[in-house]
C-alpha cells in the first residue's frame, strides 16, 4: 500500500484520532511511534527515512524538550514531502504566558520557524488544555479517585476537545486552504476546576470534586507521594496558566478551520461516558 500520509506520536491523544479519521476518509495513512504500526523513534535518526519513505504528507508531534522538528523537516524535504502539520502550543508566542522549568519551549519556537521557513506547505495546530487530561491524561488518576486536588484557585480553562484537534489536523493534512494557517484551538468558553468536576460527575454518574491546593501543598503531596521535588515543583508551574486564568480565552481556529463550532466540554464529558471513559 502505498502511504499518502505520516502520523508521526500516532498512539498519542491527538494522533491517534487522527490516524483513526483520515482512515475512515479513506486516506493511507503510516501511523509511527515507538509502540505502533511502523516503528518510529525520534532520537533514532536511522528511522526517519523509513517513516518518510513515499509520503506526500506529514503530521510532526514533536519530542518534548528536543529541538529535533527542524532536520526533521530538512529531511522530509528532501524525500518529497510537500506538506506538514506541526502540533504546537498555546501561549508559544505570548512572553511569560508560562514557567519554562521542564525546558521544552525552545524547542517548540525552533519546530514553528522550521516549519514556516521549510518551503513547503505548512499549518500549526495551537491547542490549549485538552478536555482528554481529564479522561486519559494529567488529571485522569484524580479524577477516577474522585478528587482533583490541584493548585489551580478559582481559575478556567476553555478546554479543547482531541477529537476537534483531530479534525482540524486532518482538514490540514488533506484539504485546501490551510496553508500558512496558525490554527489556535479551544473550545467554546471557559470551565472552572469545579464546573469540569461537576460536569464530568454528572455525566459519569459519580461524584467527583475539586479540591483547591497552594502550590505548596501540591508539591509536599506529590513529593510524598514518591515524585521527586524538581519533577513535582513542574507539575505544579504546568498549573500555573489556569490558575491565573492565561488560558480563559476562545480562539477561533476550530470554527475557521471547519466551518463550525467547537466542541464543548459537556459534549466531551457525556461523550467519554458513552464510551465507557470515566470508569
Known sequence: MRHQVLVTGATGKSGR????????EGVAVRAAARGGEHFFDWTDRATWDAALEGV???????LDGTALVRPFVERAARLG???????????????????DSGGMLEGFIDGEAAVRESGLEWTISRPGWFAQNFSEGFFADAVRAGELRLPGGDGAASFVDAEDIAAVVAAALTGDGHSGQIYELSGPRAVTLDEAAATISEAAGRD???VPLSVEEYVAELVGQGVPPEDAAAFADLIEPLREGKDEHVSD???RALGRSARSFGEFAASTAA?????
Open 253 to 255: 481556529g476550530v470554527p
Open 56 to 62: 506526500r504528507a506529514v503530521y510532526i508531534v514533536p
Open 208 to 210: 467527583v470534586r475539586y
Open 275 to 279: 464510551e465507557g471513559g470515566w470508569g
Open 17 to 24: 484520532r487522527v490516524v483513526r479519521r483520515l482512515r475512515e
Open 81 to 99: 514531502v510537500r506538506r506538514v502539520v506541526l502540533a504546537s502550543g498555546r501561549g508559544i508566542d505570548v512572553p511569560g504566558y508560562a514557567k
